[in-house]
């Protein structure tokens, strides 16, 4: 059956210079030809038109067409794009005349890139770094997206598939023709095999979450007791009224997060109720999201009024390279160590210190997401398709010694969870999900 063909502004919506208009199938070439009412342009060169309604023959306006013919698109398929001038009015119209051409209909989210990933002009993770690259905010943010995008890390999956599908078949041959004198022990050639496959997999998954964090955000929570200072500690990182800071104890009950970008990655600072024993269910309640959000986050900075003790509450809930900081500096000058935490004495009245405590966290951030290297996991659904193969291969690997058939079972479920990644085999199911979610083509 014929695809549809399928029309969306791929530019911004609202008022704009120059809005992009794509349309992708096969009724592409009616849709220039019934627009401009002459022949198709020459490919991808880029040629003045007037665009007029295929019924009335109005105008409507001037500008540019751009005709691809398939294969040669970004979809694979016919496409044709539309330089309009970028008035809500101007792209209606053109749209609406677009839809008159028959086959057409407007594109779903994300369909132009679905499109291209089932003509092959991409993987799906090349696609979900397409989604990102439309979605960064940061420089950081531009970069690994740019790379997934052109296929860095696919590069990686694809690499694990194909040592895998070797691995698997001497152990199919094995099990095949159990008889024949083969050269070497099985054991002995896919068992090194597996087991640097499994390291690879494993320092994939140890980069302390470096990629999503890069695309989702760093994310560090304030906690300590009520009253330290926490609220005013986030606005004056903030440098905005973004928590209610008042001198009640227990003012802050929900999470209140900010984002900032520190040296170019993005980062989560979240402020949380004051650690006590809380006075009413809604406190507690504060209370349990306080100290869910500590342990979730990346860094953990408590707050205790300079010259106040931390509670020991608040020390639990500190982990190793954590950060203590002591507020309310203009009020006292004495300053104590506390143990392993390096203290820092810092007034979000006066602004004392504060300049350096943001370059210590942006320091901590550029340490953590800064190193350049390897291409990284960017997503959860990667996460968890790589941990998958992993466990597989570390069950594969033992069973070896047993006997090919204990092993190829697990080596077959391994290379299946790689293939999903990259969408080369069974993701019908996951597409409608990953596609719907992309907000090109809308
Ligand atoms: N002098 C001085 N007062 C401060 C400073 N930071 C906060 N305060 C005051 O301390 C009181 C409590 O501040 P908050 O920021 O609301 O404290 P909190 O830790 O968020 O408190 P809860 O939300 O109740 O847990 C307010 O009266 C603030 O004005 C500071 O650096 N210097
Ligand atoms: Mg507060």
Redesign the pocket.
């Known amino acids: 059956m014929k695809p549809d063909t399928i029309v969306a502004l791929a530019s911004g919506a609202g008022r704009a210079g120059v809005a992009v208009i794509r349309v992708s199938g096969p009724a592409s070439g009616d849709v220039l030809r019934a627009l401009s009412d002459r022949d198709l342009p020459k490919p991808r060169h880029a040629t003045r038109m007037a665009f007029c309604a295929p019924n009335s023959g109005l105008s409507l306006d001037d500008g540019i067409a751009l005709w691809f013919p398939k294969p040669a698109s970004f979809t694979g398929e016919d496409v044709a794009e539309l330089h309009v001038h970028g008035g809500p009015a101007v792209v209606a119209a053109i749209i609406d005349a677009t839809l008159s051409v028959s086959g057409t209909r407007l594109a779903e989210p994300g369909e132009f890139t679905r499109r291209a990933f089932e003509n092959g002009k991409l993987d799906l993770a090349e696609a979900e770094g397409l989604a990102d690259l439309v979605d960064a905010e940061t420089e950081a943010q531009r970069r690994q997206a740019l790379r997934q995008r052109r296929g860095a890390l696919s590069a990686v999956y694809d690499d694990w598939r194909a040592r895998l599908i070797e691995a698997a078949a001497l152990i199919e041959a094995e099990i095949d023709f159990p008889d024949e004198e083969l050269p070497d022990a099985l054991a002995q050639r896919a068992g090194p095999l597996l087991a640097s496959l499994a390291a690879d997999m494993g320092r994939h998954l140890d980069d302390a979450h470096r990629g999503e964090r890069i695309r989702d955000g760093y994310r560090i929570a304030i906690i ?10 986030l606005n004056a990182l903030a440098q905005r009224e973004a ?10 009950r929900d999470v209140v997060e900010v984002r900032l970008v520190l040296a170019g990655y993005p980062v989560w600072i979240a ?1 949380t ?2 650690l006590r024993e809380a006075a009413d269910a809604i406190e507690a309640e504060g209370v349990r999201r306080a100290l869910a959000r500590a342990e979730e986050a990346d860094l953990r900075l408590g ?1 205790v009024e300079a010259g106040a003790e931390p509670p020991a509450s608040l020390m639990a809930t500190l982990q190793p390279n954590d950060l203590l900081v002591q ?5 006292l000058r004495t300053s104590a160590a506390y143990g392993e935490y390096g203290v820092f004495g ?5 602004g004392e210190a504060m300049p350096e405590l943001l370059s210590l966290l942006t320091r901590r951030v550029a340490d953590v997401l800064g190193r350049e290297e390897a291409p990284v996991l960017t997503r959860a659904r990667h996460r968890r398709l790589v941990e998958e193969a992993r466990a597989a291969l570390e069950r594969a690997i033992p069973m070896l010694s047993r006997g090919p058939e204990f092993a190829a079972e697990d080596v077959r479920v391994a290379a299946h969870a790689i293939g999903r990644l990259t969408g080369r085999i069974d993701v019908e199911d996951l597409l409608d999900e990953i596609f719907s979610s992309f907000c090109i083509g809308k």
């Not at 300590?224 to 500690?233: C, D, I, Q, V, Y």
């Not at 800071?245 to 003012?251: E, L, R």
């Open positions: 300590g007791p009520p009253n330290a200072g926490k609220s005013s500690l928590a209610i800071v008042s001198d009640i104890p227990g003012t802050t402020d109720a004051g707050v507020t309310k500096a203009d009020l810092v007034s979000a009245l006066t």
